[in-house]
């Protein structure tokens, strides 16, 4: 009986706890930048680039968002959840640690659930035009999944590609419109 309630102690406890991360990810998803600048670690030095901006991330709806601010580079991924306890829930995970040197960029991400990504590679310029396309800037390198459940593989990884998404165009605002005084 004791550990019944134990149990049911603990799935209601995972999920509260789901559910504030669920609505904790929507109130904040690019939004909070205090928190990304809590969790800014600063860079010994420049990037050739400011290569601020949203990313593609693994799966179709998932983002990899970096900020530049001077020397100090910050950011997080927005994935979906894929254990029991958060599955098809976004999660934010912050940075931890990044450096971005030249053209070289590395980051690492808090653990969350569990799970932790370290990605090393660089950037390059891409197809695309301007940053109003997708694809001005492109990271490649090897992302590395990591986790502390002793029954799923230890480290995964793997050669990725993400593009940078499509920024608008500040001159491309549309006009105040004039309205149009009716006569009485």
């Known amino acids: 009986m004791v550990s019944g309630i134990k149990?049911?102690?603990?799935?209601?406890l995972v999920a509260v706890a789901a559910a504030c991360q669920t609505?904790?990810?929507?109130?904040?998803?690019?939004?909070?930048?205090?928190?990304?600048?809590?969790?800014?670690?600063?860079?010994?030095?420049?990037p050739a680039e400011d290569i601020s901006g949203m990313y593609t991330f693994l799966k179709e709806g998932e983002f990899l968002q970096i900020n530049?601010?001077?020397?100090?580079?910050s950011g997080y991924i927005s994935r979906l959840g894929d254990s029991d306890s958060d599955r098809g829930v976004f999660l934010d995970?912050?940075?931890?640690?990044?450096?971005?040197?030249g053209h070289e960029v590395s980051f690492t991400t808090k653990p969350l659930h569990g799970i932790w990504y370290e990605f090393n590679g660089r950037f390059d310029r891409g197809p695309a035009k301007s940053k109003a396309q997708d694809g001005f800037y492109i990271?490649?390198?090897?992302?590395?999944?990591?986790?502390?459940?002793p029954m799923s593989n230890a480290a995964r990884s793997?050669?990725?590609?993400?593009?940078?998404?499509?920024?608008?165009?500040?001159?491309d605002e549309p006009a105040p419109s004039k309205s149009k005084k009716s006569k009485s």
């Open 23 to 46: 609505t904790a990810g929507f109130s904040t998803r690019g939004q909070n930048k205090a928190a990304q600048q809590d969790s800014a670690s600063p860079s010994v030095s420049t």
């Open 7 to 12: 149990l049911f102690a603990f799935i209601s």
């Open 93 to 101: 995970q912050f940075f931890s640690k990044t450096l971005i040197q």
């Open 139 to 149: 990271l490649r390198g090897a992302l590395k999944e990591l986790s502390t459940n």
């Open 68 to 73: 530049l601010d001077g020397n100090i580079a």
């Open 158 to 171: 793997r050669d990725v590609e993400f593009k940078l998404l499509a920024q608008p165009d500040d001159s």
